[in-house]
C-alpha cells in the first residue's frame, strides 16, 4: 500500500498527465474529485456527516425500500461479515442507511467514517465505492489506493447500484474492509455477492411495487442481472426493470406505454383478435372447472345454454 505522501503525489500526477492511463475510468473519477469537486487528496479531515434528524427524515423516505433490504443485507453480513467486512446501505445521494459490522470491528468502521448518517458521495470522499458507483450507475471495485483521498486509502470498497420499480436510481450497496491482507481476487469475490445481493433487492422492490400483476422473468442480461416484466390482467406490459428496459428498449427510467406482452416476448401463439380472446377466456373457465360446463359458464357470468354455443362457435369441445 501507498503512504499518504506517495498517494498524494501519484494522484497529482496522473491529473497533470496526458497518457493512457490518466484517461482510464478511475482517473476520470479522479478528475471529478479534483476539478468538479474541489477535494485535495491530502486533506486527512473526518468526512461529511447529516444531522440526526436529516437521517430520520431520509430512512423514513425509504422505508418501503428498507423494510424490503434488511433480510438481504443480513444474509450477506452472514456471509461476509466475519471476515472482517462491513455492509452498508446508502441513498441515492450516498448517505449511509444501514450499516453491518461486528461488535469487535465497531470501533474500526466508525472511525472510518463507515456509519449511519455518513456522506459517502464522490462530492464528499471524491474517488470511492460508495460515490463512484452512484456517479457512474454500475458495479465498481475501489481497492485501497484507488481511492482520491490518502486518508481512505486503507480500504477495500465493492459496490453495486440499485435501481427502483421505474429505472431510476435509488440505492447503492457497499461491502467495505480495512484489512491489510485483503487481496484483489477476494474483492471480487466478495464483489460477485454484492451484485447479487444488489438485483436480488431490485427485484423484490419491483415485485411489491406491482401487486396483482404476473411477474415474468423475461431474460438475465449479460451482468447476470433479471429482466423482469410486470403483466396486469389484460396481458399488456406495464412495468420493467432496469434489465429489461435495456433488453427491450424501454426508456432508461419513468413510466412506460403499455405494450402486448405477446409484442415483447415474441409468442406468435398468444390470443389476437376478439374471437381469440374468447376462446382463451373459454379455455381457462373450464380448466380451471375441471372441465364442468355449469360451473365454468357460473364463473364466466353467463348460461350454460349461452355457453354451449360459444363452444360450438369458437370449436370447443366439452372433453376440451
Sequence with gaps: ??????????VLTSLSSGSAAAKSRLAASWQRSFQTHGLDPAVAAHGQRVEARELSD??????DVLRLAVPRLDALF??????GCSVLLTDAEGIVMEHRCTDGDAEVFRAWGLWP???????????????????????VTIHRDEHFLARNIGMSCMDAPIHGPDGTLIAALDVSSAR????????RLIGAMVAQTAQ???ADTFRAAFPGHR?????????????LLAVNGDDL?????????????????????????????????EARGFEKAERAAVMRALARSGGNVSQAARALGIGRATLYRRMNRLGISQNG
Aim: proline share 2%; net charge negative; glycine share 12%.
Design 1 to 10: 500500500m501507498a503512504t499518504s505522501s506517495k498517494h498524494v503525489e501519484r
Design 58 to 63: 431520509r430512512r423514513e423516505a425509504m422505508a
Design 78 to 83: 452472514g456471509l461476509v461479515g466475519h471476515s
Design 117 to 139: 448518517g455518513a456522506d459517502w458521495s464522490e462530492s464528499a470522499e471524491g474517488t470511492n465505492g460508495i460515490g463512484t458507483c452512484l456517479v457512474e450507475r454500475r458495479q
Design 180 to 187: 491489510t491482507d485483503q487481496t484483489e481476487a477476494f474483492n
Design 200 to 202: 436480488a433487492i431490485e
Design 215 to 227: 411477474i415474468v422473468v423475461a431474460s438475465d442480461d449479460m451482468q447476470g442481472a433479471a429482466s
Design 237 to 269: 406490459v406495464v412495468g420493467a426493470t432496469r434489465a429489461a428496459r435495456r433488453a427491450y428498449g424501454f426508456g432508461a427510467q419513468g413510466g412506460i406505454a403499455p405494450v402486448p406482452a405477446s409484442d415483447i416476448l415474441g409468442r406468435d401463439d
